[in-house]
């Protein structure tokens, strides 16, 4: 897909978001000074609009650094340079997704989060990118906790015309998993995708159940999981970033699902996840279709986030 048109719709879908960043904003840049009163104001706003602490600590030391040269739209300078700034937090600890065409075979992408957090069409999704790309997928339903998990899994692995491994409800996760990683390499299964259970509530039973996933797979697919992705929704903004910490302590994550950017004015979380954990960011959502999920790109996403 164009990337301009991925942008547009990253715009489209930023529009609280970036309305409530430039009410925040505004009247710091109309100010047109650039002193140490600009500058704790701006460090108030970063924070309430959801950057959070550290990463809003590490922008305003970027920034108190930095000269305004005489500028002579100084508005237009404070806020090109915050731009530069929070480009330059989210590029360093940001790693873009495996590419295709993939090393190994299957493939194998874990996925962690909570209920509700938008999982199950993260996977839907990938899997429809990953199949229109010319790969076959396979769906692995390890999270038999709750029966409806494994329902919707079906739905959508139906909906995008591929096939879903499964267990009754109940059932244990790793011997779903046992199952799928055995189907894969039977079928030639390009990109196996494997949903998870998230029950925060039981923390030491989601611990133990992910290190024995973790185990299952590597024993039968080495170097594998490839990758584990956590999906978070944005709309929970700071809430999310302390589900990201409880399911960093239970098991290795190289990568966040960021969605429902659509549907909140706390975008700015991103740059407090990123920052806080060093985990990046690999996918941003910001709609129900297919291609509203994108590799995440921090130049396209400041630009969205600024450009009016």
Do not use: C
């Not at 938008?118 to 396979?138: E, M, W």
């Not at 929970?236 to 589900?243: A, D, F, M, P, Y």
């Amino acid at each position: 897909m164009e990337g301009s048109s991925f942008f547009s719709r990253l715009k489209s879908g930023l529009t609280k978001s970036r309305e409530n960043w430039a009410q925040k904003m505004g009247a710091i840049f109309q100010n047109r000074h650039w002193d140490e009163e600009s500058l704790d104001a701006m460090e108030e706003n970063l924070i309430a609009a959801d950057l959070g602490p550290k990463a809003t600590q590490k922008l305003i030391d970027l920034l108190r650094r930095q000269s305004p040269g005489g500028a002579e739209d100084l508005a237009q300078e404070m806020s090109s340079r915050l731009q530069q700034a929070m480009v330059e937090v989210l590029q360093a600890s940001t790693t873009p997704p495996k590419t295709l065409p993939l090393s190994v075979r299957p493939w194998v992408i874990v996925f962690l989060g909570v209920n509700g957090v938008g999982k199950t069409t993260t996977i839907a999704k990938l899997a429809a990118q990953y199949r229109s790309a010319g790969k076959k997928v396979l769906l692995v339903a390890a999270d038999t906790f709750r029966a409806a998990a494994i329902e919707q899994l079906e739905a959508w692995a139906k909906r995008v015309g591929v096939d879903v491994i499964k267990h009754r409800a109940g059932a244990d996760p790793s011997a779903v998993v046992y199952d799928g990683i055995q189907a894969a390499k039977s079928r030639g299964i390009d990109v196996l995708l494997i949903d998870t259970a998230g029950r925060l509530h039981t923390k030491v039973h989601l611990i133990e159940e992910l290190k024995k996933i973790r185990r299952v797979i590597s024993r039968e697919q080495p170097d594998a999981p490839h990758e584990t992705l956590l999906v978070l929704d944005a709309t929970t903004g700071q809430n999310g970033l302390q589900q990201a910490r409880v399911f960093k302590e239970a098991t290795d994550i190289s990568g966040i699902v960021l969605t429902k950017l659509d549907g909140t004015a706390k975008g700015g979380v991103i740059v407090s996840i990123q920052e806080e954990l060093r985990v990046p960011v690999r996918y941003v959502g910001v709609g129900e279709d297919v291609e509203d999920l994108q590799p995440f790109d921090a130049s396209q996403f400041v630009r969205a986030l600024f450009e009016k």
